[in-house]
C-alpha cells in the first residue's frame, strides 16, 4: 500500500515571497505522483503530475515540483506567489491508476 | 476537457433518510471513485469501481454502497444517513494515472 505525508497543515507567506509545500510518500513498488489544488467549494484541480522522465516537473499557474527517489518526496515550489494561490493543496500518489491516497493537505494562505 | 458532474452542490438530509449521490463522467473512464472530504483528515476513499458493475471497497466503506449500471454512471448511497456522514463528497474519473474531479457535493444531515 502506499502513503502521503503532507507535513504541513496550514503555510502562511506573504505576497510575491516563494513557497514550498512539502509532501513525502511511502510505498515498496514505483508511483505515480501528483499535485492537486481545491479552491474553496470546489472539486480538486490538476495542478501538475511525474509519471516518468525528467524529475523537475512544471505544472499550471507556475507551480513546479522536485520528484526525488532517495527522499521519497515531491516537493511543490512556487517563485513567487499571488493572492490567488490562496487554497488547498493535495499531494498524491498512485501505483496503478486506479487507487490514489491522498494526503491530508496544506492549506496556503497569501498575506497582501 | 473531461468532466465529471455531481448532481447536486448542497444537500441537506433528515437523520435516517436514504440519500443518492449521483456523479456522470463524459470521457467513457474505466475507473470512478467516490472520496470524502473532512478537515484535517484529506481525502478518505469510500468506493471505487473498475467496470461496470464492479466495485471495490474503499478504506471507510461503512454506512456507504454503490451502483455502477453504466458505465458514466457511478452513485453513492447512503442507507439511512446519520449526522456523522456530515461532509463533503467528490467523485472522481481515471483513465489511466490521472484523476478527474467534480465539483463535490456537501451534504449536511440534520
Known amino acids: 500500500a502506499q502513503s502521503v505525508t503532507q507535513l504541513d497543515s496550514q503555510v502562511p507567506v506573504f505576497e510575491e515571497a516563494p513557497v514550498e509545500l512539502r509532501c513525502n510518500y511511502s510505498s515498496s513498488v514505483s508511483v505515480y505522483l501528483f499535485w492537486y489544488v481545491q479552491y474553496p467549494n470546489q472539486g480538486l484541480q490538476l495542478l501538475l503530475k511525474y509519471l516518468s522522465g525528467s524529475t523537475l516537473v512544471k505544472g499550471i499557474n507556475g507551480f513546479e515540483a522536485e520528484f526525488n527517489k532517495s527522499q521519497t518526496s515531491f516537493h511543490l515550489r512556487k517563485p513567487s506567489v499571488h493572492i490567488s494561490d490562496t487554497a488547498e493543496y493535495f499531494c498524491a500518489v498512485s501505483a496503478l491508476g486506479n487507487q490514489f491516497y491522498f494526503g491530508t493537505g496544506t492549506s496556503l494562505t497569501v498575506i497582501p | 476537457d473531461v468532466k465529471v458532474t455531481q448532481s447536486s452542490r448542497y444537500l441537506v438530509k433528515r437523520t435516517g433518510e436514504k440519500v443518492f449521490l449521483e456523479c456522470v463522467q463524459d470521457?467513457?473512464?474505466?475507473?470512478m471513485f467516490w472520496y470524502r472530504q473532512d478537515p484535517g483528515l484529506g481525502l478518505r476513499l469510500i468506493y471505487f469501481s473498475y467496470d461496470v458493475k464492479m466495485k471495490e471497497k474503499g478504506d471507510i466503506p461503512e454506512g456507504y454502497s454503490v451502483s455502477r449500471e453504466k458505465k458514466e454512471r457511478f452513485s453513492l448511497i447512503l442507507e439511512s444517513a446519520s449526522t456523522n456522514q456530515t461532509s463533503m463528497y467528490l467523485c472522481?474519473?481515471?483513465?489511466?494515472?490521472?484523476?478527474?474531479f467534480g465539483q463535490g457535493t456537501r451534504l449536511t444531515v440534520v
Open positions: 470521457m467513457d473512464h474505466e475507473n
Open positions: 472522481a474519473s481515471s483513465l489511466g494515472y490521472v484523476a478527474f
